[in-house]
């Protein structure tokens, strides 16, 4: 049988993001009391407790600091084999993202990658990340 992929809901918090993705844009918050990038979205600064976070363009090219090549799948609608990575962002923040592009035996650490944005049915465009 299949299955439809499980698609994110956007909530009030993350909604800047979600619409930033549409417009082909990478936004990452970031806390004007420490001025440190927060990725996943946060009510509060998980660095200082600041509770002003404002959402900010980020230059979308990073490297790969590890990943996981899935095997199995988990949820409807992954199919394996795919890589999720946390990927370095030299804005001093690690995203999380599938990398696409390749083949997963291609995937290494160190591994220079730019932002691309896929289009998830149901939903709209997510950021996965492709060899640069």
């Known amino acids: 049988m299949d299955h439809p992929r499980p698609v994110p809901v956007p909530a009030p918090l ?4 979600w619409t930033a993705c ?3 844009e990478l936004v990452l918050q970031r806390c004007s009391g420490c001025a440190r990038f927060v990725h ?3 009510a509060t600064c998980p660095f200082c407790g600041g509770d002003r ?3 900010e363009t980020v230059g979308g090219r ?3 600091h590890t990943f996981s090549v899935v095997h199995r799948s988990f949820l409807p609608g992954f199919e394996p ?12 923040v690690r995203v ?12 290494r650490i160190g591994m220079p990658v730019g932002v691309h944005f896929t289009e998830l049915d149901g939903f709209g465009p997510i950021p996965t990340w ?3």
Do not use: I, K, N
């Open 22 to 24: 549409r417009r082909g």
């Open 62 to 64: 990073g490297t790969v």
């Open 130 to 132: 492709r060899p640069a």
């Open 53 to 55: 976070l404002s959402y």
């Open 96 to 107: 999380f993202g599938d990398v696409t592009g390749c083949v997963p035996e291609d995937v």
């Open 40 to 42: 996943f979205p946060e």
């Open 14 to 17: 993350t909604e800047p993001y």
């Open 81 to 92: 084999p795919y890589v999720v990575a946390w990927v370095d962002l030299p804005e001093g």
